[in-house]
């Protein structure tokens, strides 16, 4: 089910990925599992769909995945992201994530990675 978003005053279908989950996950999580072999814990990539599906999220179920079990977890010792990274993840950005992963977790490439197309 699509959620409808009021954003800046127009109706628009859905949470957008580029816009409002990328920079949740770059901010939050890309420094322990992002793109760095060297600094990525426990081998989860959330910078890839590939690394976020296979391990982190089950697209449509929230409470069966990974990455948003770990984000609301009761254990503060469980919780991502840990208190020592210095990083904080508000409710809503809780909610936008936990929206994102029911409706499917669309997720589109960053455009400067997409190969042009010629107009019609």
């Not at 959330?46 to 009761?74: C, F, I, N, W």
């Not at 936008?96 to 455009?111: D, S, V």
């Amino acid at each position: 089910m699509l959620a409808v978003l009021t954003v800046m005053g127009q109706n628009t279908k859905g949470v957008d990925f580029q816009r409002e989950v990328r920079p949740i996950l770059s901010d939050a999580c890309f420094h322990c599992h992002g793109p760095d072999k060297a600094s990525r814990m426990a081998g989860l990539r959330l910078d890839t769909r590939e690394g976020a599906m296979a391990r982190a999220v089950v697209p449509g179920k929230p409470l069966e995945s990974k990455l948003y079990q770990r984000l609301t977890h009761t254990n503060a010792a469980l919780r991502m992201p840990p208190a020592s990274a210095h990083k904080v993840i508000t409710d809503a950005q809780k909610q936008t994530l936990k929206a994102w992963i029911e409706q499917g977790a669309p997720w589109q490439e960053h455009w400067a990675f997409k190969a042009p197309e010629k107009a019609a």
